[in-house]
């Protein structure tokens, strides 16, 4: 009989047992049930600041993107604008030893320069309307080398011409500020 009432007793504490995991069971479910649904808020939540953050991001490289471009549409036209305003330096380097033969037969005595005169005047007024300067009035100015190039130095006339440019032998020019061609120079030492 005992062994009866330890079975009677064991299926009632299975069956107890068995009602409690039901209940925890129950209870879990539930828990879990209230979890999801916290869970579905916090999902809505933390994708429409995922959403928020990625707008921010795409915004952010809109405007980087738009200002690479402006700058990049500012640097092309300044480089066109060089490029337009020099275009024309190979040309004019060609004609300068043109210029300089007639300014070397204007020295000569005796010749009909009337005629070379005009053609002379004429075409430095082309060049000069396109940009080009000569280096005028050198002799007595002080040498810099980003301008002039320095053929020989000679013992200085006189105490002031001392490291300053003595004598022009070819004539410089400028076009739009920059150095076509450098003037050869004699310093005085």
Do not use: C, W
């Not at 980087?64 to 305003?85: G, Q, V």
């Not at 005629?115 to 007024?125: A, E, T």
């Not at 050198?138 to 000679?154: N, R, S």
């Amino acid at each position: 009989m005992t062994d009866k009432v330890n079975e009677e007793k064991e299926q009632g504490l299975d069956q107890t047992d068995s009602v409690e995991n039901l209940k925890n069971e129950d209870d879990l479910n539930k828990e879990s049930q209230g979890e999801v649904k916290d869970e579905e808020v916090e999902g809505v939540e933390t994708a429409s600041d995922s959403l928020a953050k990625e707008n921010l991001e795409l915004k952010d490289k809109y405007v980087r993107l738009y200002s690479e471009f402006d700058n990049f549409r500012r640097r092309t036209a300044k480089e066109k604008l060089e490029m337009i305003s020099t275009a024309s330096m190979s040309l004019i380097q060609e004609i300068l030893p043109v210029l300089d033969d007639f300014e070397r037969s204007f020295k000569i005595e005796g010749n009909d320069q009337e005629g070379s005169l005009l053609i002379y005047n004429k075409l430095s007024k082309t060049l000069s309307s396109r940009g080009l300067e000569p280096m005028d009035d050198l002799v007595g100015k002080k040498f810099d080398a980003e301008y002039h190039e320095a053929i020989t130095q000679i013992p200085a006339p006189s105490d002031d011409l001392k490291g300053k440019i003595v004598d022009v032998v070819e004539k410089g020019y400028m076009l739009s500020g920059k150095v076509v061609r450098f003037a050869k120079v004699v310093i005085g030492n």
